[in-house]
């Protein structure tokens, strides 16, 4: 599953281009399986409230993060909630998408997510 948060729609883009099963973050989410986390940057390199307070009881099953940013505010901003959120919970940041991405991203995220989650969630359904 893919968990996501989307302020301008350019994360829900990138969302719709994947073949998986996807939810937008919403207030008391609660997760029990494995899902790769997609969100975007908040003002100057801050992760947005509403993925911090999810990650707070849902960091266990998280395999991975892909944040989307806008390169224009500079190398150390570009992406900044993405590493921000591997540091503090040591989960791989697997991409950082400038805007809406490419093509490549989308793969890159779909391959990810079929090797790192899909087949996680089908271990543990067995």
């Known amino acids: ?17 994947l073949q998986v099963e996807s939810i937008e973050i919403t ?9 790769l986390l997609l969100t975007y940057t908040d003002r100057l390199g801050e992760v947005p409230t509403i ?13 991975g993060v892909v944040v989307s940013g ?5 190398h150390g901003m570009y992406g900044a909630a993405g590493d921000k959120i591997a540091k503090a919970y ?3 940041l697997v991409r950082k998408i400038e805007l809406r991405g ?10 990810y997510y079929e090797t790192r989650v899909k087949n996680e969630n089908l271990l543990e359904a067995k």
């Open 102 to 111: 490419y093509h490549s991203d989308y793969e890159a995220i779909q391959q």
């Open 1 to 17: 599953m893919i968990v996501y948060a989307s302020r301008t729609g350019n994360v829900k883009y990138i969302v719709s281009k």
């Open 70 to 74: 806008n390169s224009n505010f500079g």
């Open 90 to 92: 040591h989960i791989p």
């Open 27 to 35: 207030p008391n989410l609660n997760l029990d399986k494995p899902y």
């Open 51 to 63: 993925v911090a307070k999810f990650l707070e009881s849902n960091y266990q099953l998280c395999r």
